[in-house]
């Protein structure tokens, strides 16, 4: 038999991204492209203040407005649930967290500017908008609580009145005595005080929702820009409206970027599902952008002291974080679990230290809620790692490079348990090091500095070792800590009769790449064209119950249940291809879409196999079912622990204090690589990201509590030309617990990148005697602490 | 936004006239601003008079020692013509740093100068150069247009024509881009015109203003070391979440020694 054309479409393949050609010629369909008959649009009434009691609301103006078909306000919503947290923690005396009510619309009260209010629905935006401007809120404005040490603060006034104070938890992880012991007798103790900074996410696509209840067959259909359609089904089904699951379908169309902020259940999902029901139509709803800003669940706001002791060697012998974390006003989704689970268990890094101890509060305030934002938790826990390491390697003076590398994890000593809770499986730090530093011509910094002096450019260079945790899991675990849902993924493979392949599953792509990159893996299962799948994704009238896209879960997760799947249609084929050839299935052995029997020339193809389970006319009907569809459910056996080592240069203007990134490469460990090119790009976003944080982005409030960065005209976001040219390069351990050995590789970008930014500018600001410049570091921030500190 | 009307004049005596009998009538040029800004229901006028129709507003010529540009002329073209970079490069190089390739196709001179955001780039070179606003009315010199934020001579019912720039002997502008809006924080026009040695600064204070300290040295030594430990004073610099006043003044000194060298 002839040799096959080599497909090149499978795992390890850059294959280019099949979705891009509907995304590139705008053929894409998001929730806003939806049109349905007779649909209508729902504008929200959100409060211009940050607290406020609302005394009353007249609607009657509206209500007379062109067009309008309702108004709705709490009243309207009595009947249903608030917004429910998905992760309950507990404080470290065992109390549960605080849970305040999160109404769907404000109920006598207001806690963040945009707090939704009531919504209007009308025939058209414009005369919902115009009408929305006519409800009359009568509040009485009271001063608010927005910076977090305030809020905590013994007399402060309450967020919540029905609250006992604003701290929604305080919780622990770690030897609180060992830690202690050991900071007391240590040579050397650093210490640092740093902020996380606040984030707006900034999806390109605005968040959007359609309600449209079919009054034929009592079912509800939510459009909506969710990352994890099957968990706004649960959650919004169970939880909030009590429609039973088989009476709501939940669909995810082409999602233009979540970055976390597509997870949570939001208020307006409710809210178009509810009034769809009421007024008989489809009711549109689609954030503004200036909405967005107010409405969509911030990331990070952390302020954290950290201390880390060593011996004269520069041993690390203990590592203490006491951090405060912004809740915002409200619970969102999984909001407790990001400071907590997500940070605290990342406190070892990929270093041995010995004792740690971690206290975290949670902290209401008048902003608006704060929940996962790309890396969520890991970058914050990063960022105060790897700057306070950095901080050490200058009191100590050893060099920063060898402070890590004495400290790290040895290749040697996988698996190895932190002494906060988590299994790293497997890792080689070192070797991520050496890549980046070799990538980035170590050796030659001095001469590179020596060269940017001349021009008057201040030169300088930061290194940043991080560990993440992805595909949070395994479900009984993470429920002990304190999880609502579980955390495994599922995928049904289904073979057409012809040989093509349709998979679903649990994952959602808004962005990422999953139609190239799970169609890959059939690919390279089957050993047929990525032509002839279809990867179908974010609709719970289709797929397997799923839990969606976050935590780089995706293929760590997902992948590994589409794997599993397509194990159980590689053995049933076998067992009908043995039958076919009137041998054992044992003897039967699958390659490049040939089942054959080794030592034989005896061989049938992929397609006919699917054929004869449809057609089943020469068939082990005795033994197998006809048919070929398989569906695996994957719960992981642990996290997966990508790392690697981020290295940035910079210049600095001494007049200006403008930074220019001059360098920055990212070597990372992702285990196994599906498709280099996506898992570059991911790295790309994800270092934009993180310099955006470093560098650009901060939701400021003023003391009124009003977003003083509400628009792009003062919320800074990254551009093309702030950015570097980014190099990547990968060293791989993979994984030892999932089937196809991968990692992850979406958030590392933003975990690794903010302290290998700001450890760069502080390097370069050296002959300033600066130990640390709260991010985001603005030509400006530094521009003042060059002349504060005498030019 | 509030519905309003919509008027599309043919000539700028039309849109003159049209506004004229409107209640509450604005000129439409790009609307870059203007839209935005009814948007967010900070402006509610009952009639726009769209000037895009009255083509004697655009365009750009050679009037003796002047570039003469119709206030209907977007960032783009001023960009790109061959007339502008060979008469006054600096004011094409201030035109293509104006916002994005959007806003530079749509937005006008007119409208920008009309405006006067102090953020804005166009003042610098209006008063850098010394240039002459012309209406429907009068002329109006450099100096006597830009008043206050968001305020200039020009009457409610007034119409920019055009604006006159006589050709310097040497111009270029500096501009310190706020990194979220890329307007400017600080921008410096610096020329070398008939009129003696001209530094206007724009972004930095309410308005735009000249910096004579900085006019007085370079009148003496066209040079950038001639700026060396002069310095605007920050009082009455602009402060927000972006910028001090002290580092404002600081960008103004930096800004004009680029200019002066880059002239
Ligand atoms: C995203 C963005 C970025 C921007 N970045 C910059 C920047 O970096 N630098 C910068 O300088 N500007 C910037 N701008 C502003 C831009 O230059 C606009 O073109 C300018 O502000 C207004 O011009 P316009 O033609 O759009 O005027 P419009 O918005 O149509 O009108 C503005 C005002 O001028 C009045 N007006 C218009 N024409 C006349 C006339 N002929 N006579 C009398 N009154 C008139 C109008 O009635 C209105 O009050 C930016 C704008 C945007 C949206």
Known sequence: ?791 | MEAFNYRKAGSADEAVSTLASAADGKFLAGGMTLLPTMKQMLATPDTLVDLGGASELVGISRDGDNLVIGAMTTHATVAGSAEVHSAIPALAALASGIGDPMVRNRGTIGGSIANADPAADYPAAVVGLNATVNTNKRSIAADEFFVDVFETALADDELVVSVSFPIPAKAAYQKFPNPASRYAVVGVMVAQTGDGVRVAVTGAGPSVFRASSFEDALGGNFSASALDGLSVSADNLNEDIHASAAYRANLVGVMAKRAVAAC
Request: aromatic share 6%; with cysteine.
């Open chain 1, 1 to 791: 038999m002839a040799a096959a054309e080599p497909l090149n479409t499978g795992i390890g393949e850059s294959v280019t991204r099949v979705e891009d050609s509907r995304f590139l010629r705008g053929h894409g369909n998001y929730v806003d492209d939806i049109i349905l008959p007779s649909q209508t649009y729902a504008v929200m009434v959100r409060s211009p203040y940050a607290r406020a009691t609302v005394n009353g609301i007249d609607t009657s103006a509206a209500m007379g407005s062109g067009g309008v078909l309702a108004v709705l306000t709490a009243d309207d919503f009595s009947a249903f649930g608030g917004l429910p947290c998905g992760w309950q923690v507990h404080s470290k005396n065992g109390d549960p967290m605080t849970e305040p009510k999160h109404p769907i619309l404000a109920e006598g009260a207001v806690r963040h500017v945009g707090d939704p209010v009531a919504v209007v629905i009308a025939e058209s935006k414009a005369e919902a908008r115009r009408a929305a401007a006519l409800v009359d809120v009568n509040y009485t404005e009271m001063s608010p609580l927005i910076d977090m040490q305030g809020a905590v603060a013994g007399s402060a006034e309450l967020v919540h009145s029905d609250t006992p104070s604003n701290v929604c938890f305080d919780w622990e992880l770690g030897d609180e005595a060992a830690t202690e012991a050991a900071i007391a007798g240590a040579a050397h103790v650093t210490r640092l005080e740093l902020v996380n900074n606040r984030l707006v996410p900034n999806a390109m696509e605005p968040r959007a929702a359609i309600g449209d209840y079919n009054t034929a067959n009592g079912e509800h259909t939510l459009y909506t820009t969710s990352q994890n359609p099957h968990v706004i089904r649960l959650l919004m089904g169970a939880f909030v409206l009590s429609l039973p699951e088989h009476k709501l379908r939940v669909i995810a169309p082409d999602v233009g970027g979540g970055f976390g902020s597509k997870i949570f259940h939001y208020a307006e999902e409710a809210i178009v599902t509810v009034a769809s029901k009421l007024i008989g139509r489809p009711v549109k709803w689609t954030a503004d952008r200036s909405e967005s800003f107010i409405s969509d669940a911030h990331g990070r706001d952390h302020l954290t002291t950290v201390e880390l002791a060593m011996d004269a060697n520069g041993k690390f012998l203990a590592l203490r974080a006491t951090t405060l974390a912004n809740m915002g006003a409200y619970l969102s989704t999984f909001a407790p679990s990001v400071p907590t689970y997500l940070h605290g268990t990342l406190l070892a890094g990929t270093y041995t230290t010995p004792a740690i101890y971690t206290n975290v509060k949670g902290v209401f305030t008048n902003t608006v809620a704060v929940d996962a934002y790309r890396g969520a938790g890991r970058p914050e826990a990063s960022y105060l790692l790897e700057r306070v390491v950095d901080l050490a390697a200058i009191e100590t003076g050893i060099d920063p490079v060898e402070l890590r590398r004495r400290n790290f994890i040895q290749p040697d000593a996988f698996p190895y348990d932190t002494p906060v809770a988590l299994t790293y499986d497997i890792g080689n730090y070192q070797a991520t090091l050496d890549m980046a530093l070799e990538k980035t011509d170590a050796a030659g910094f001095e001469g590179r500095k020596a060269a940017s002096a001349a021009r008057g450019k201040l030169r300088g260079r930061g290194i940043a070792c991080y560990i993440e945790a992805c595909g949070i899991a395994p479900s009984n675990i993470a429920g002990a800590l304190g999880a609502r849902a579980g955390l495994y993924e599922a995928a049904t493979v289904r073979v057409n009769p012809t040989g093509s392949v349709a998979v679903l599953t649990g994952s959602h792509s808004h962005g990422q790449g999953h139609e190239t990159t799970f169609a890959q893996v059939v690919s390279d299962t089957l050993g047929i064209p990525i032509e002839n799948v279809d990867i179908v994704h974010g609709d719970t009238g289709k797929i397997p119950f799923g839990m969606g896209t976050y935590g780089s879960r995706s293929i760590a997760v997902g992948g590994a249940a589409l794997a599993n799947a397509l194990d159980k249609i590689v053995l049933k084929g076998r067992q009908i291809a043995a039958h076919l050839m009137e041998a054992s299935a044992d003897d039967v052995v699958f390659k490049d879409g040939q089942f054959s029997i080794e030592g034989t020339d005896k061989s049938v193809g992929f397609g006919d196999v699917a054929l004869t389970a449809y057609v089943p006319h020469n068939f082990p009907l005795e033994t197998l079912e006809p048919g070929l569809e398989e569906t695996a459910f994957y719960d992981p056996k642990n996290f997966t622990y990508p790392s690697g080592a981020y290295v940035c240069e910079l210049e600095i203007d001494k007049e200006t204090g403008v930074i220019d990134i001059v360098d920055f490469h990212a070597s990372d460990d992702f285990g196994n690589i599906i498709n280099p090119m996506i898992v570059e790009g991911q790295v790309h976003g994800g270092v934009a990201q993180g310099v955006g944080q470093a560098l650009m982005e901060g939701a400021v409030y003023d003391d009124n509590g009003q977003l003083m960065t509400g628009s792009y005209m003062d919320y800074c976001m990254p551009r093309a030309d702030d950015l570097p040219n980014v190099t990547v390069s990968n060293h791989v351990t993979a994984c030892t617990h999932n089937p196809l050995g991968v990692k992850g590789c979406g958030e590392a970008g933003a975990i690794g990148s903010p302290p290998a930014v700001v450890n760069a500018v502080i390097n370069a600001l050296g002959d300033y005697g600066v130990k640390h410049i709260d991010m985001p570091v603005t030509a400006h921030k530094v521009w003042s602490i060059m002349n504060a500190n005498g030019n």
